[in-house]
């Protein structure tokens, strides 16, 4: 249970998104944040390569 004293509903629109917006990055964190900011190259054309090994069976 959080602490509140009641003052939300007195903000105006633009306050209640900058709460929401702090609330959001508090809980998903500024780092997970960044990093879906950041532009990642799709252009990987490399192959996919899958470990290779003989397993014994009985």
């Known amino acids: 249970m959080g602490v509140t004293l009641g003052l939300t509903s007195e903000l105006t629109a633009i306050g209640k998104f900058l709460v ?4 959001f990055i508090g809980r998903v964190g500024i780092f997970t944040i960044l ?6 190259d799709t252009t990987y ?3 996919i390569r899958y470990p290779e090994e003989t397993t014994i069976i009985g």
């Open 20 to 23: 929401m917006g702090l609330m």
């Open 35 to 40: 990093l879906s900011l950041i532009k990642k």
């Open 45 to 47: 054309t490399g192959k």
